[in-house]
Antibody, heavy 120, light 110 residues
Framework: EVKLLESGGGLVQPGGSLRLSCAAS????????MSWIRQSPGKAPEWLSF??????????EYNPSVKGRFTISRDDTQNVLYLQMNTLRAEDTAIYYC???????????WGQGVMVTVSS | DIVLTQSPALAVSLGQRATISCRAS??????????MHWYQQKPGQQPKLLIY???NLASGIPARFSGSGSGTDFTLTINPVQADDIATYYC?????????FGGGTKLELK
């Protein structure tokens, strides 16, 4: 059974930093692209970033809305996906999900999400 | 970015057919691949993949869900609607980066 479990969320002040983790199990993590997606209350999901697998040199893509502030990474030895978030703003307040990629850019499994609140 | 437009809400009776539409600002099809996908989200839960590449049923999804379309116009059909299907439905395109989602259609009971 595929499981994705996010952690590391919480309350942070504007301008602060936070690192999210996503522990994966139930599939060969190293073989798959992985994404971070967020969802503000009452809004549609917003894709943030993905990281390719080793076969594709772990290259990354970012949504322009977070490029330069957020960094995605992965540890295939521990089956963990990360999102380093810097210079956080109030508008970054959302539930953050990690998601496994299917073969054509869809997201076939999502974690339960972790809440990030940016407020003073 | 490719913009996906969905109607905000749809009211349906149990046992009837629900048709949810998604229109893209430009084609999301490449050759024979239609890079539009559908998700269901219930309150307090993460989105769940229903349909991938426009018409392919995801694992474990009941056959009352189906998808169709190509180019810029896509449809998710639920027939017949059951009480458990009351949720918000999102389309998502992977034709171009960044992947984008529609605004969601909230399925409500009539």
């Amino acid at each position: 059974e595929v499981k994705l479990l996010e952690s590391g969320g919480g309350l942070v002040q504007p301008g602060g930093s936070l690192r999210l983790s996503c522990a994966a199990s139930g599939f060969t993590f190293a073989d798959f692209y992985m994404s971070w997606i967020r969802q503000s209350p009452g809004k549609a999901p917003e894709w943030l970033s993905f990281i390719r697998n080793k076969a594709n040199s772990y290259t990354t893509e970012y949504n322009p809305s977070v490029k330069g502030r957020f960094t995605i990474s992965r540890d295939d030895t521990q089956n963990v996906l990360y999102l380093q978030m810097n210079t956080l703003r109030a508008e970054d307040t959302a539930i953050y999900y990690c998601a496994k990629h299917g073969s054509s850019g869809y997201f076939d499994y999502w974690g339960q999400g972790v809440m990030v609140t940016v407020s003073s | 970015d490719i913009v996906l437009t969905q109607s905000p809400a749809l009211a349906v009776s149990l046992g009837q057919r629900a048709t949810i539409s998604c229109r893209a600002s430009q084609s999301v099809s490449i050759s024979r691949y239609n890079l539009m996908h559908w998700y269901q989200q219930k309150p307090g839960q993460q989105p769940k993949l229903l349909i991938y590449r426009a018409s392919n049923l995801a694992s474990g999804i009941p056959a009352r869900f189906s998808g169709s379309g190509s180019g810029t116009d896509f449809t998710l059909t639920i027939n017949p609607v059951q009480a458990d299907d009351i949720a918000t439905y999102y389309c998502q395109q992977s034709r171009e980066s960044p992947p984008t989602f529609g605004g969601g259609t909230k399925l409500e009971l009539k």
